[in-house]
C-alpha cells in the first residue's frame, strides 16, 4: 500500500511537468512527515551522508574533461584517423562517424557530449558527400549512446555510487559489450550503405594513416592513461577523473590550441553547471533510496517476485520492459538512481551478478536515450540537423532494432559482460 502511495505521488508530480529531482525530494518528505514518524534529523543526516562518497567526485572531473576535449580539436582528429581506416569500406564516412563515437566515448563518459563533438562535425561532411541527411542522422544518434557503456561512464559511476558495486570492474565489465555493440552498429551502417549504394572514399595510404594516428595519439593516449591506470591499480577510478579532466586542459589549451585561456572559463561554469544538476538528483535520489529501504519496498517487492515464481530469466525481462517503459519518461541519471536501489536487492536475491546487472541496466539506458519522447540524444541530434524528433524517430530504427537485439544478448549472455572482470580480478 504504502509503495503504491509513493509512486502515484511522485508521478503526479512529475506529470506537472515538475523536474524529476525534485519531484523525487517532494514525494520522500510529503510521505516521511505525514505517513511516519522519522525524525527530521536523520533525513538531514541520511543527506549529507549520502553524498558523502568518494566515487562521486568522479563525476564532476568526467564531466569536465569531456567539455574541454569536446572544445579542443580532440573529435576532429578522432574523425580523420577513423576516417583513414576505415572511408574506403561501403558507407566510409558513417563507418568512420561508429569508430569516432566509439573513440570519442572512451575518453568522455557522456553519449550527449559524444553525439555533439562527432556529429557537428561529421554530418555536414556527409551531407556534402551525398548521404541522405537522415542516413547520417540515425548513425550518430546511436554511435552517440556508446558514450555510457564504452568505460569511462558517467552513468557506471552513478550505479556505483547508488549502489556499492566496484567502478573500476563496472568500467572492464563496459569494453566487451561497448565493443561489440560498436560493432554491430558499424555492420548495421555498412549493410545499409552497401545495400542502397551511398559514397565510399579512396582508399588512404598507411602514410596518410600513420599521420591521422600521430595527430589524435595525445587524445587517444587518454584512454590508455585512464583505463591502464585504474586496472594496474596505479590509481582509483575518481583519481583518474580528476587526471582525466587536467590532461584535457592540457592537451586542448597547449598542445592541440584548439581552446584559447579565455574559453577555458566558460566550459568551467557548464560543466559546473551540469555537475550541479546530477548532483542534485543523486541527493534527492539518496533520500529516495532512505525511504525505499525504510518502508521495506525492495523486500517486499523480491519477496513478491520469488512467491510468483519468475526466476531469473523472467525477472530480467520484466527489469528490461520496466527500464524501457521508464526511458520513455525520464532521463538515465534519473532512471538509474531511482530504480537501481529497488531492483538490485532483488536481482542479488536470485543470484544475478551485480556486475552483470549493471551492465544490462547501462545498455537499456542506451536504448532510451535513442527513442522519444525524452531521448537526449535525439533532442541533441535534432539541434546539431535541425531535423524534427518524429524524423529522427523513424531515421535511428534500424540501428535502435540492432540495440534491441543486443539488449536481449547482454541480458542472457552475462559471460560477455563478466569475462574480462574475471579475467582481470579473478
Excluded at 18 to 45: C, D, K, Q
Excluded at 186 to 214: H, I, N, Q
Excluded at 256 to 270: E, F, H, I, S, T
Excluded at 292 to 307: D, F
Aim: hydrophobic share 60%; net charge positive; proline share 5%.
Amino acid at each position: 500500500m504504502n509503495a503504491a502511495i509513493i509512486f502515484i505521488l511522485l508521478l503526479l508530480l512529475m506529470l506537472t511537468g515538475m523536474p524529476i529531482s525534485i519531484s523525487l525530494g517532494l514525494t520522500v518528505l510529503a510521505f516521511l512527515f505525514t505517513m511516519t514518524t522519522v525524525p527530521i534529523e536523520s533525513v538531514a543526516l541520511k543527506l549529507f551522508t549520502g553524498i558523502e562518497k568518494f566515487e562521486i567526485m568522479a563525476i564532476p572531473f568526467f564531466i569536465l574533461a569531456g567539455n574541454f576535449l569536446t572544445h579542443g580539436g580532440v573529435a576532429r582528429r578522432m574523425i580523420r584517423f577513423a576516417t583513414s581506416m576505415v572511408g574506403h569500406w561501403h558507407g566510409g564516412l558513417a563507418l568512420a562517424g561508429v569508430v569516432a563515437c566509439a573513440l570519442f566515448a572512451a575518453v568522455s563518459g557522456s553519449s550527449p557530449a559524444t553525439v555533439v563533438a562527432i556529429g557537428s562535425i561529421i554530418l555536414p561532411a556527409m551531407v556534402k558527400q551525398g548521404y541522405p541527411k537522415r542516413f547520417g542522422a540515425g548513425v550518430i544518434t546511436t554511435s552517440g549512446a556508446l558514450g555510457i557503456l564504452i568505460p569511462p561512464s558517467i552513468v557506471m559511476v552513478m550505479y556505483s555510487v547508488t549502489t556499492n558495486t566496484s567502478v573500476g570492474a563496472l568500467f572492464m565489465a563496459g569494453v566487451v559489450p561497448g565493443l561489440m555493440l560498436a560493432f554491430l552498429l558499424g555492420l548495421t551502417t555498412w549493410v545499409l550503405a552497401k545495400k542502397r549504394g551511398y559514397p565510399r572514399m579512396a582508399r588512404a595510404s598507411w602514410g596518410e594513416r600513420w599521420d591521422a594516428f600521430r595527430k589524435s595519439a595525445w587524445g587517444l593516449f587518454l584512454i590508455v592513461i585512464v583505463m591502464g591506470g585504474i586496472y594496474s591499480g596505479v590509481f582509483t577510478p575518481t583519481e583518474a577523473a580528476a587526471i582525466a579532466a587536467v590532461y584535457a586542459f592540457i592537451i586542448s589549451v597547449f598542445v592541440y590550441k584548439d581552446l584559447r585561456l579565455d574559453q577555458v572559463g566558460r566550459v568551467l561554469l557548464d560543466s559546473a553547471s551540469l555537475s550541479a544538476m546530477l548532483l542534485y538528483i543523486i541527493t534527492n535520489a539518496v533520500l529516495f533510496s532512505f525511504l525505499m529501504t525504510s518502508e521495506n519496498i525492495p523486500q517486499q517487492m523480491a519477496a513478491w517476485v520469488t512467491g510468483q515464481g519468475l526466476g531469473v530469466v523472467g525477472f530480467l525481462l520484466v527489469v528490461n520492459i520496466l527500464l524501457l517503459l521508464a526511458g520513455n519518461v525520464m532521463e538515465p541519471s534519473s532512471i538509474v538512481l531511482i530504480m537501481a536501489p529497488i531492483l538490485f536487492p532483488v536481482a542479488v536475491q536470485l543470484g544475478i551478478d551485480p556486475i552483470h546487472f549493471g551492465i544490462l541496466i547501462v545498455v537499456n539506458m542506451e536504448v532510451g536515450m535513442c527513442h522519444p519522447p525524452v531521448g537526449l540524444n535525439l533532442y541533441v541530434a535534432s539541434g546539431i540537423t535541425k531535423m524534427g524528433i518524429s524524423e529522427l524517430t523513424v531515421a535511428v530504427m534500424p540501428w535502435l532494432l540492432t540495440m534491441l537485439g543486443f539488449l536481449l544478448l547482454v541480458t542472457y549472455v552475462p559471460a560477455i559482460s563478466l569475462w574480462l572482470p574475471n579475467l582481470v580480478y579473478g
